[in-house]
């Protein structure tokens, strides 16, 4: 099941990512690459990587994408007049994508964590799925509270002047955009 669930972020990542860079209007282009970073936060989430895809939604998928639909807005740049939405193959694609998502609700409706986790490897949990890995290894549930500490320790220790680097140079970005969008500032 896994497996099915995989292939299915894959191809809605690939695809998405080739709609993304394919539309004439930038609006549900970025709109695009937010399906883009959701389906890859889902192939984190499968990996075991439950940080990783709380930061992609957080982090590019929610504060970098609302930065550039700002940036999009204040320019004026969808303005075409004209829709990047055809009838054809990518309703058909949409529909087919549609019904695929559909179907893998219904096989998991009445799956639990703990039915799961012991479908994933039998007779290795004990008492808690949050005690189950990928390799099958019994871990304590305090070392995944220590995966945080792992990463937020550096960011914030050693990278903390590149962090803060890149947040004056977002804040740069969104005010030139503001001038440009207004000139007679």
Same mark, same amino acid.
């Given at each position: 099941?896994?497996?099915?669930? *995989?292939?299915?972020?894959?191809?809605? =990542?690939?695809?998405? #990512?080739? +709609?993304?860079?394919?539309?004439? $209007?930038?609006?549900?282009?970025?709109?695009?690459?937010?399906?883009?970073?959701?389906? /890859?936060?889902?192939?984190?989430? +499968?990996?075991?990587?439950? *940080?990783?895809?709380?930061?992609?939604?957080?982090?590019?998928?929610?504060?970098?994408?609302? +930065? *550039?639909?700002?940036?999009?807005?204040?320019?004026? +740049? !969808? %303005? &075409?007049?004209?829709?990047?939405?055809?009838?054809?193959?990518? =309703?058909?694609?949409?529909? *087919? /994508?549609?019904? #695929?998502?559909?179907?893998?609700?219904?096989?998991? %409706? !009445?799956?639990?964590?703990? !039915?799961?986790? &012991? %479908?994933?490897?039998? !007779?290795?949990?004990?008492?808690?799925?949050? @005690?189950?890995?990928? @390799?099958?290894?019994?871990?304590?549930?305090?070392?995944?509270? $220590?995966?945080?500490?792992?990463? =937020?320790?550096?960011?914030?220790?050693?990278?903390?002047?590149?962090?803060?680097?890149?947040?004056?140079? /977002?804040?740069?970005?969104?005010?030139?955009?503001?001038?440009?969008?207004? %000139?007679? /500032?």
């Amino acid at each position: 099941m896994t497996e099915i669930v *995989f292939y299915v972020l894959a191809i809605s =990542a690939v695809l998405s #990512a080739i +709609l993304c860079i394919t539309q004439k $209007n930038p609006v549900p282009s970025a709109l695009w690459l937010v399906s883009t970073m959701f389906a /890859l936060a889902g192939i984190y989430v +499968l990996l075991h990587a439950q *940080f990783i895809a709380a930061m992609q939604v957080l982090v590019y998928a929610g504060a970098v994408m609302v +930065l *550039f639909l700002f940036v999009i807005m204040l320019l004026n +740049l !969808g %303005r &075409d007049g004209g829709s990047d939405i055809k009838k054809g193959p990518v =309703a058909l694609v949409a529909t *087919f /994508l549609g019904a #695929a998502l559909v179907a893998a609700l219904v096989a998991v %409706r !009445g799956t639990s964590v703990a !039915g799961l986790a &012991d %479908r994933l490897n039998p !007779g290795v949990v004990a008492g808690s799925p949050l @005690g189950v890995v990928a @390799g099958g290894d019994v871990q304590s549930a305090a070392s995944f509270t $220590n995966a945080i500490g792992a990463v =937020a320790a550096p960011m914030f220790q050693t990278y903390l002047v590149p962090f803060e680097i890149t947040s004056v140079l /977002l804040l740069a970005a969104a005010v030139g955009a503001v001038v440009l969008a207004k %000139r007679k /500032l």
